[in-house]
């Protein structure tokens, strides 16, 4: 079992940025696949951004290529989001979540099966 704990949402005018951080309970957390995704109200949960273990691998939403950055500092077992240039639309309760590729194959997209309690991020116009 991965807990994952979010931190770093707020209120911030658009064109603001924000950093999101998430830490991770696991020891093999180089094993493990890290995204993050968001829900705004009344729609599904969407896919932003995510990384592979190693780090050599991202995917972003296209709706924030060249305004949010995924990275992870293994040392600190801690995912982030910097998210630059903000929108009103990236207003969302923004989650973190994890797999192990071994067990949940390795597309980045899907499968991840821990998640955090969420974080939210508000963007005023």
């Known amino acids: 079992q991965v807990q994952l704990v979010e931190s770093g949402g707020g209120l911030v005018q658009a064109g603001g940025s924000l950093r999101l951080s998430c830490a991770a309970s696991?020891?093999?957390?180089?094993?493990?696949?890290m995204g993050w995704f968001r829900q705004a109200p009344g729609r599904e949960r969407e896919g932003v951004a995510t990384i592979t273990g190693s780090g050599g691998f991202t995917d972003y939403a296209d709706s924030v290529k060249g305004r949010f950055t995924i990275s992870r500092d293994s040392a600190q077992k801690t995912v982030f989001l910097q998210m630059n240039s903000l929108k009103p639309e990236d207003t969302a309760v923004y989650y973190c979540?994890?797999?192990?590729?071994?067990?949940?194959?390795?597309?980045?997209?899907?499968?991840?099966?821990?998640w955090g309690q969420g974080t939210q991020v508000t963007v005023s116009s």
């Open positions: 696991t020891p093999i957390f180089s094993s493990y696949y």
């Open positions: 979540a994890a797999k192990s590729a071994y067990s949940y194959g390795n597309n980045v997209r899907v499968g991840y099966p821990y």
